[in-house]
Nanobody, 128 residues
Framework: QVQLVESGGGLVQPGGSLRLSCAVS????????INWFRQAPGKEREGVSC????????AYTDSVKGRFTISRDNAKNTVYLQIDNLKPEDTAVYYC?????????????????????WGQGTQVTVSS
């Protein structure tokens, strides 16, 4: 019943932009924390961003600050990750994950700690 579906990935040249989407069904964004992760071949999964909707709080890992922006559209029950100035090292499968959270002041962290639901991922490839 609960689903997270990522979309928006693709092939792009260095310096280009993409907007990834995470469509949520089965629960409302008002009572959840959403994180974006990425995993490149041969590398560990890396948390890149998160949003605590009720707290109005967002966070990013250092390597993406200034280039990545996380946002939400409550009417569409969708979380977005806007990626600007893409670099080859951004190439990875990008996943969204959700944790049900009712606390107004919950402060999320890009890497977790744990999640109730995961999407299947969308591929981002940055190449000249």
């Amino acid at each position: 019943q609960v689903q997270l579906v990522e979309s928006g990935g693709g092939l792009v040249q260095p310096g280009g932009s993409l907007r990834l989407s995470c469509a949520v069904s089965g629960f409302t964004l008002d009572y959840s924390v959403i994180n974006w992760f990425r995993q490149a071949p041969g590398k560990e999964r890396e948390g890149v961003s998160c949003i605590s909707s009720r707290a109005g709080y967002t966070a990013y890992t250092d390597s993406v600050k200034g280039r990545f922006t996380i946002s939400r559209d409550n009417a569409k029950n969708t979380v977005y990750l806007q990626i600007d100035n893409l670099k080859p090292e951004d190439t990875a499968v990008y996943y969204c994950a959700a944790k049900i959270e009712y606390a107004t002041q919950y402060v999320c962290r890009p890497n977790g700690p744990s999640f109730d639901y995961w999407g299947q991922g969308t591929q981002v490839t940055v190449s000249s």
